[in-house]
């Protein structure tokens, strides 16, 4: 990762120069394949991870083994905050999507570090976190009041301006995952909003085609 990628992350935003030397040093990359596990749920936190390349899922699994995806992550984005800053064990697990994936893990004790010495970065941290509940919050809701087809509409209209929810290894089954439903119920419903005109279908790729009418559907 270069110096000039590194500053353009949210987290290191105001960082001096000596505290971004200190975190850069302390840094390591790893990568993975699709369908590797980068850690499980309930293990020791061993920092916090950022992505480089690829797209990575945060998910839960159920008793019966059934998987939620919780948020996919891309270049750029960060996860396991929560394990990072409380050193505690990590509270869902994380795996590669794609074909081809590159993290980087800094340490938790580095991060500890560099928050204690720059109040700046530390006020950021909060101020991501609370962003962060706020969209859990947003999904919950989403899951407990809506419909599939409304659930539906919404990730393909913040899909079309979210990268991280599109992109290798982002599947109508990871889809299914993530809107708490099946990879069957997915492909009904796309069928069903393609009748209306909402969207098309080009090979692989889902087109907007009426985003006025989409967004009706999603009840916004």
């Not at 590194?6 to 975190?23: A, C, K, N, V």
């Not at 990359?29 to 980068?38: D, I």
């Not at 984005?77 to 999507?97: E, H, M, S, V, Y």
């Not at 950021?124 to 599939?148: F, N, P, W």
Request: hydrophobic share 45%; aromatic share 8%.
């Amino acid at each position: 990762m270069n110096t000039d990628y590194l500053r353009m992350i949210p987290y290191f935003e105001g960082i001096s120069t000596d505290d971004f030397q200190y975190m850069s040093e302390q840094m390591t990359l790893q990568r993975f394949q699709a369908g590797e596990v980068l850690f499980l749920e309930g293990e020791p936190a061993q920092g916090l991870w950022i992505v480089e390349t690829g797209r990575v899922k945060i998910f839960k699994l159920s008793a019966a083994g059934n998987e939620h995806i919780l948020r996919f992550c891309g270049p750029g984005n960060t996860f396991n905050d929560i394990g990072a800053l409380d050193r505690g064990d990590n509270p869902a697990n994380a795996g590669a999507l794609s074909e081809s994936v590159e993290v980087w893990l800094v340490p938790s004790d580095a991060i500890h570090q560099v928050l204690l010495r720059n109040p700046s970065v530390a006020l950021r941290v909060i101020q991501m976190l609370a962003k962060r509940v706020r969209t859990l919050v947003g999904q919950i809701e989403d899951l407990a009041l809506y419909s599939v087809t409304v659930r539906l509409a919404r990730f393909l209209l913040k899909q079309s301006n979210d990268p991280q929810l599109s992109g290798p290894g982002v599947t109508r089954t990871s889809i299914a995952a993530y809107l708490n439903t099946t990879p069957q119920t997915i492909s009904v419903v796309l069928k069903e909003l393609e009748t209306l005109g909402a969207i098309r279908f080009n090979r692989h790729r889902i087109e907007i085609i009426n985003e006025a009418q989409l967004r009706s559907i999603a009840l916004l």
